[in-house]
Nanobody
Framework: QVQLVESGGGLVQPGGSLRLSCAASGFTFSSYVMSWYRQAPGKERELVAAITGYGGNTNYADSAKGRFTISRDVAKRTVYLQMNSLKPEDTAVYYC?????????WGQGNQVTVSS
């Protein structure tokens, strides 16, 4: 079955960097769009970034443009989210996600806290 296992979150000071990783299994990794979402307390879950199979195309939320970079390593079946110049408003639970013809799948979520 589809499994998405995230790692790399934590506490970082404003202006710092973090890299999230998501290891995928149970599906043809290179064929599916992979995405990162986030959900802050009291807010709806929102799309942060997405990348197509083999990384040909990427898409970012306005809040992530210029600071975050999504990438994927097909051989390692892993998708990454490099986050630079982090702000307190980036504090949220970050989720890795993919979608099949029948449903969307989610990882377990990874807390990112930006605070001094």
């Amino acid at each position: 079955q589809v499994q998405l296992v995230e790692s790399g979150g934590g506490l970082v000071q404003p202006g710092g960097s973090l890299r999230l990783s998501c290891a995928a299994s149970g599906f043809t990794f290179s064929s599916y769009v992979m995405s990162w979402y986030r959900q802050a307390p009291g807010k709806e879950r929102e799309l942060v970034a997405a990348i197509t199979g083999y990384g040909g195309n990427t898409n970012y939320a306005d809040s992530a443009k210029g600071r975050f970079t999504i990438s994927r390593d097909v051989a390692k079946r892993t998708v990454y989210l490099q986050m630079n110049s982090l702000k307190p408003e980036d504090t949220a639970v970050y989720y890795c996600s993919t979608i099949s013809p029948t449903r969307r799948y989610w990882g377990q979520g990874n807390q990112v806290t930006v605070s001094s």
